[in-house]
């Protein structure tokens, strides 16, 4: 905002006041009823308990605010806005808007009555100071004055003061906190002499408190360089805004409620080429990432990522049969935008089991021996037997120590189709290969 050098006469009949060259319009009009005056003040708990932020990044798109030092006001409230946004997310219960998101023009009434029609509880003005003699310096806040609906004004004013100190405590001369009334005898609806600014004004009309801040002077060498000319000193800022609301609220941050590590419950071949892996539930996670090595020690690369808090189980198709494969999962938490994991469980390991090739020898009409090349990593078979080819199988046995099967359970004069499948160790359950082709003894 610059220093007003205000055009009077027929100006003031169109009841807008230009500032110092720009059309800033730092109105000290006031739009009697364009609000709609809320008859209570806003409670917190009038907003389904969270905290509503409405930041206003001051200026924008033809109007470029004041310029000084290369830097453009427009530009910098933006990005402080933005920061601030980002910043006060990371607290519980709050939510925040912008009254503008980009490079646009907007007016000072839309700007209020973009706040009310989000049931702002707080409207917090972004500016840069900026003054003909450039030795001006300093961060100083505007909030309500103590007329018409007091409690605002109150409540502006401890805003004003817990911002102010965070600013002042990033080398920021101390301006202090101040209100501004009106100089032409604007009044509100109880006859009382109207807050100066516009948006401070329309906010405390509107039902809330807003206030003016006043980081930096742009048209200071000292205040620019130090704090305007670099993205972290911009964020500085923006975080002495945000912690100053934070403060004057209550606000607490959303702990990065550490998410306890999982681990692998389950880890099984399902078929010599699929593995099915399974992990115990950490509270408050949003997710999972598992992940996949060849070798223990080796590079873990991410797989797959299930989002969904309640899925706790995967199945990985992209395995080669006969390969031995470790996992790893590790739960993730969004807050926002911001993804948060927590450390890898420890890996587990399965192997992949090779289907048999089996060979059936039908000595005689009532015996068949099945018999196999074992399958590394297999702890036995499971022998089927079935009347038809792509009929159904029936388990005849489970073999333990040998390659083969003797079926003496057979009848004369009928045809028998076997299958086999290996069978290894997992966590909880069995791994299994694929069934080996049907075979019959014909
Ligand atoms: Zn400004």
Known sequence: MKK??????????????????TNSIWADNLFSGFFK??????????????????LDAGHGGRDSGAVGNGLYEKSLTLKIAQYCKAELEKYKGVKVYLTRANDTFVDLSKRVSKASAVKADVFVSI???????????????FYPNSNYRPSIGEKGRKLAGAIQKNLVSLGLRDRKIKTRSSMIGSKYP?????DYYAVIRGSKQAGFPGVIVEHAFISNPSDAGKHLKTAVALK??????AEGIAACYGLKKAKDQTLTKTKITKLTGKTSSSVSIGWSKVKGASGYEIYRSNSRDGVYEPIASVKKATTVSFRDRSVTSGKTYFYKVRPYKMSGERKQTAGFCAPQKVRLLNKPDIFVDGKSKARAKVSWKQVSGAQKYEIYRSDSKNGQYK????????????????????TYFYKVRAVGTGIKGNTYSSFSISQSDQ
Not at 39 to 47: F, L, T, V, W
Not at 190 to 194: I, V, Y
Not at 236 to 241: G, H, P, Q, R, S
């Open 190 to 194: 109880d006859d009382s002499t109207a």
């Open 236 to 241: 500085k800022l923006a975080a002495a805004d």
């Open 127 to 141: 500016h840069l100071n900026s003054s003909s003699d450039t030795k001006a310096k300093g961060a100083e806040v």
């Open 4 to 21: 007003l050098k205000i055009i009077l006469a027929a100006v003031l009949i169109a009841s807008i006041f230009t500032v110092s060259g």
């Open 395 to 414: 388990k005849l046995a489970v073999v333990k120590d040998y390659a083969s099967f003797q079926d003496a359970g057979r009848t004369s004069g009928k």
């Open 37 to 54: 005056s809320t008859e209570k003040e806003r409670s917190n708990s009038a907003n389904s308990g969270d905290l509503i932020v409405v």
